[in-house]
Nanobody, 126 residues
Framework: QVQLVESGGGLVPAGGSLRLSCAAS??????MGWFRQAPGKEREFVAS????????YYADSVKGRFACSRDNAKNTMYLQMNSLTPEDTAVYYC?????????????????????WGQGTQVTVSS
């Protein structure tokens, strides 16, 4: 059973940076992803990364600004967020997909993830 604990959220001015962390209870050997959800909106895909750290996917809205990485020795996934704007304000969630399938059509859909963290609030002021 995988348990996920997120940290790193907070309040940051526009143009600033934050680094989110997602610590897993054990080695997942699985695809992991970041999603975000603003009040009144659907949960949306942000980024994903497989166990071997290759073929990382990003939503168009964050390409060039966000970087997803993972340290398997620490059982931790990261999301480095730069050049933040108020449109990035949301609760950010990390998740794990244990299927072993890594295709963009699958990793972008939150319904395919079986374990979720509690979420961490990111607020970007103008």
């Amino acid at each position: 059973q995988v348990q996920l604990v997120e940290s790193g959220g907070g309040l940051v001015p526009a143009g600033g940076s934050l680094r989110l962390s997602c610590a897993a209870s054990g080695r997942t050997f699985s695809n992991m992803g970041w999603f975000r959800q603003a009040p009144g909106k659907e949960r949306e895909f942000v980024a994903s990364i497989p166990w071997n750290n290759i073929n990382t996917y990003y939503a168009d809205s964050v390409k060039g600004r966000f970087a997803c990485s993972r340290d398997n020795a620490k059982n931790t996934m990261y999301l480095q967020m730069n050049s933040l704007t108020p449109e990035d304000t949301a609760v950010y969630y990390c998740a794990v997909d244990t299927s072993g399938l890594y295709l963009y059509a699958r990793v972008r859909d939150p319904a395919n993830y079986v374990f979720w963290g509690q979420g961490t609030q990111v607020t970007v002021s103008s």
